[in-house]
């Protein structure tokens, strides 16, 4: 694997955030398997084919995902599907919980939290000290029944077609790495920046990406269809800082129960 060492930049953050990323943003251009360190730290890790049968199920399954168009607010509409484990929301009253998706599709949502199994032995293979730090956390902060197939990774995101602008990352562990897989059919384009390290990476199919991308700002460049079955998916594994907070589920339900009658009760007493 090549190894390649950068400097970070200090950039003018506010130049790039909600920005569309562009090629000319990056002049240095990763296609290889490759590690990037700063400082002779390793700071990302490009797998640029991953071999695992596991990934052979989830191209067939990623298609036939019911995705949900939102708008986020830089005012960009992605398309996407969450998965995994939700934390508590408390405005909308609903417990900590698997996500829609795995009770809408669970054969489909099965297959896509299977592969974060493979993922894990990238991320412990290619960052060893700070794999077993994230496993730690994990660990000690989170219930076993809201981690991905016992994994560090308690929830992800499945991107369809999104040129994501310019952004941080934001509510998962600090100062660990989220796993990045690739699978694209027919598109040019669509790979990653980072400015503050001067490099654009090619995001293959079937590719690994390992980083921070809390600590370091990210775009997508824009997405080309060469043909009709044209499509380009990124699934994103990652740890919910907020999982943090939650109990056991039958415990979570007794909580919302017990809230719910509380504010009754307010309310008769109004009345």
Known sequence: MRVLERTRTE????KFKNRSAQETDCSTYIK????????GRI??????YVDDKALDEMAKVLPEIKYQTSTRTSGLVTTSRIFGYAP?????????RATGFATEQPREHAIVAAASKVVERYYVDSFP?????HRELTEGNVKEQYRLEGTMFTSGIVNHNNPLRYH????????VCSAMLAFKHKVSGGHLCIPELDLMIEIADRSL???DGQGLIHGVTPIKKLAPDAHRFTVVYYSL????????ITDEIARLRNKRAEIERKRANLE
């Open 11 to 14: 950039l003018d953050l506010t």
């Open 129 to 133: 000290e700070l794999s077993q730090y």
């Open 43 to 48: 700071v990302i890790v490009y797998i640029s």
């Open 88 to 96: 508590r929301n408390e405005l909308r009253r609903q417990p900590c």
């Open 168 to 175: 941080f990352d934001s509510g998962n562990f600090k100062n």
């Open 32 to 39: 290889e398997s490759t590690t990037v360190t700063v400082d």
């Open 241 to 248: 800082q907020q999982m943090w907070n939650c109990e056991a």
């Open 209 to 211: 990406l390992l980083f």
